[in-house]
């Protein structure tokens, strides 16, 4: 688990946990929430379900894992920095080792709690690598979560060291009782290749605090819409080479809301024809094996008109009216072509 002084530190480079953002691997992070996070912190948000899981089970997870493998497993929160590139860090959950801990025998020791996102995940016992001591099957690189391989990768980088092993409580009904162990000797083409990531990463928009928004995700709409909440009077120019590409994303973002309102409207014609076939009824009766058709009352809810109750227990208007707060107004994105002007008749069509 993170310490507050590590979550301090991965300010001055690019953390194990990041890279596969960075290197757009990752379907919950992205490179413009990694650059958010370095260059526009926000105030640390409470854990999530998933992070809460995690870093309760961490230990046990480790333990568990030492058990497994044969080898002692110590738990690490410090952070460690590649000697020849200072901006690659990385902070293991443990290490795996016989002797000292980051002697040439030791390894990383990652553990994972993936809870529903098991199906990412391949059973080691598929097609194992090889056998720890008390018999558990040892999975091969490809069978982790490809989002996990390039965090591990780096890890190995960061540390020097050569092999690491993968713990992962996975959810699901077969796994039950066992945990996943997974084997990951280093790749110094692969760590070659996110170390060159992590630095033109960091060259072109950490140092220039210019944000990867050519990079942006679905999920990067309101990192977006926080980093520019505010309007100018000027259009933005674009780069040359960027003009057509730009116009033919303009253009996709128009056919994609035509398409939406399109599908808006074929939802409503249905859902104007199945309510009007249940009438006053709770719902359609399809019979046996058809779709579930019901169409019912919600409960109501209470709406309380504060500014009318002031009013009544004597408040005056002035008191109300500075007590009141005008919401902001929000940008809206719309895409319209130009319009053509009129052809000139010529003095025959005149």
């Not at 809460?52 to 460690?80: F, H, M, Q, S, Y």
Request: proline share 8%; with cysteine.
């Amino acid at each position: 688990m993170l310490t507050a002084e590590n979550l301090r530190d991965r300010k001055s480079g690019i953390g194990a946990s990041e890279i596969g953002a960075v290197a757009g691997l990752n379907p919950w992070s992205s490179p413009l929430s990694v650059w958010e996070a370095k260059c526009k912190p926000r105030p640390q948000s409470d854990e999530t379900p998933d992070q809460k899981r995690g870093n309760r089970l961490e230990g046990a997870i480790l333990e568990w894992l030492a058990d497994e493998i044969g080898l002692t497993v110590t738990p690490n929160n410090e952070l460690v920095r590649h000697p020849d590139h200072p901006i690659v860090i990385a902070t293991p959950d443990g290490y795996a080792h016989q002797g000292g801990v980051l002697s040439p025998r030791a390894g990383v020791a990652e553990v994972k709690a993936p809870g529903w996102t098991q199906s990412d995940w391949t059973d080691p016992e598929d097609d194992p690598c090889e056998v720890g001591p008390n018999g558990a099957k040892i999975g091969r690189p490809a069978a982790v979560a490809r989002y996990y391989l390039p965090q591990v990768q780096y890890q190995l980088a960061a540390t020097g060291l050569s092999f690491a092993y993968v713990g992962a409580l996975v959810y699901a009904p077969h796994a039950m009782g066992r945990l996943w162990v997974y084997r990951i000797d280093a790749h110094p083409e692969l760590q070659e290749a996110l170390i060159e990531v992590a630095e033109k990463f960091w060259r072109d928009h950490v140092e220039t605090k210019i944000p990867p928004v050519e990079q942006a995700q679905a999920s990067d709409l309101e990192v977006v819409k926080r980093l520019f909440a505010q309007t100018s009077a000027e259009l933005t120019p674009v780069l040359s080479e960027l003009v057509t590409p730009t116009i033919d994303l303009a253009r996709r973002f128009a056919e994609v809301k035509a398409e939406i309102k399109a599908r808006e409207d074929e939802r409503d014609r249905i859902h104007a024809i199945l309510t009007g076939m249940c009438g006053s009824g709770a719902g359609l009766d399809l019979g046996i094996g058809a779709p579930r058709v019901t169409w019912k009352t919600t409960k109501g809810s209470e709406d309380t008109n504060w500014q009318a109750v002031a009013m009544d227990a004597g408040a005056t208007p002035e008191i109300v009216a500075r007590h009141t707060r005008i919401k902001p107004g929000y940008r809206v994105l719309r895409v319209s072509e130009p319009k053509l002007l009129p052809a000139k008749k010529s003095k025959k069509e005149e």
